[in-house]
């Protein structure tokens, strides 16, 4: 750290979530103070439980770790290589999953409040910004997630014209361990896979017959439903993001949308019935390092608490089953990005605000964290008078960025924006140039190597970026 950085005015991030903690740990990496604003505790959010930064609520899952055959795992790797706090949390909480990095919440979070309270140059404040951030701050990154306060969610809509979108989104229940009959249930993973810290086991199973299954998804249907928390007749109307419908939701739109979705039984056999496949399968994912506790995988809902329980609880393994939390709905919001930000995730109504995390229109915790990650490294260089070179397009990041802030083509003026939250995915990225299309490479062979042509393409890229970034210093 050299000394001119004491000379540079503090950047200010709002929001304390994976986005903001990522963006002030990158500022402070620049040499650059910073001043993190968080309102928990003292201001909490309908799904929140502590006042630790970067909570994970729905999940606990970062999703595949393997960059030759997922986007996400490209994604990891590059916030690796980049330094990402996030990820290096992650790593040191890491829990059986799996293909799947999945964390102990509880102490993911805590490593992360631990670092950010730690270093020299980051001041965490506990308060509530109430509308726009002052004048006097020139340098903003705006990472309130998508629970941001009414009043400044307010404030950015007339300031920028715009209404916001919103979307609903559910929470999936948790189980005490010890409540699960493992003489009906048993563990694997899909196709007996290895993640970063599994052993192809590390999956809880219950097993469900075609009887069974379709009983299920009737009573999931016909289910009271929990309206959600603090929502306004304006939204009532509001759509689901696809990437996180509540299961009885999946269940509306067909019988066989379960069983091809969260509950498809593909890749498991079952020891209790002589390894025979199953119909259907509920998978449980581990949730904690002491192993006590198991998340119900896909099954966000948003049904009432004791239909919750009266119907998960006719699962086979479940029967018993007694709930750390009961899952819940509430409202997301996000920008019309494209048509706000510009290239650096600045507000072109007022470019002293930058904007990072699920706001700007990306889904997934690393997504969130990695739009910080490029937010913070953005802010710092500015502030330091740097020129910050665009990340590669054919990148994770640099596509995820793209998409927010120019990929989407329909934006429209004269009706409701189209523009939707988006996970990471191979399809965000450029084509392949000559990619192969001859009859050597066909069907599922063809497309793990389009994927591993692409994650070959990324690294190069960002190691080509990163040693431009390390010559401009």
Known sequence: MSDRSCSFAPIHVIGGGLAGSEAAWQVARAGVSVVLHEMRPSRKTPVHRTGGLAELVCSNSFRADDPQASAIGILHREMRCLDSLVMAAADAHKLPAGGALAVDRDQFSECITGKICAHPLIKLVREQIEGLPPFS????????????????????????????????????????????????????????????????????????????YTAFVEALVDADRAEPHAIAEEFEDTPYFNGCLPVEVMAERGRETLRHGPMKPFGLTNPHAGSAK?????????????GTLYNMVGFQTKLKHHAQTEIFRTIPGLENASFARLGGVHRNTFLNSPK??????????????????????????????????A?????????KGEAFPPLPPATALGALINHITGGHIAIIDAGPPSFQPMNVNFGLFPPIAGETRGEKVRGAERGLARKAAISLRAARDLDAWLNQDRAAE
């Open 137 to 212: 701050w020139d340098n903003v990154i705006i990472a309130t997630g998508p629970l941001t306060s009414p009043p400044l969610a307010a404030a950015l809509g007339a300031l920028t014209g715009e209404r916001d979108l919103a979307f609903f989104d559910a929470i999936a229940p948790v189980v005490h361990r010890d409540s699960i009959d493992m003489e009906q249930a048993w563990f694997q993973s899909r196709y007996d896979k290895q993640g970063p810290a599994g052993t192809g086991a590390d999956y809880i199973n219950c097993p469900l017959t075609k009887d069974q």
């Open 278 to 290: 199953p119909y259907a399968v509920v998978q449980l994912r581990q949730d904690n390092a002491l």
């Open 340 to 373: 706000l930000l510009d290239g650096a995730l600045r507000l072109r109504a007022d470019p002293r605000l930058r904007f990072a995390g699920q706001i700007t229109g990306c889904e997934g915790y690393v997504e969130s964290a990695a739009i910080g990650l």
């Open 375 to 383: 937010a913070g490294r953005m802010a710092a260089a500015e502030r």
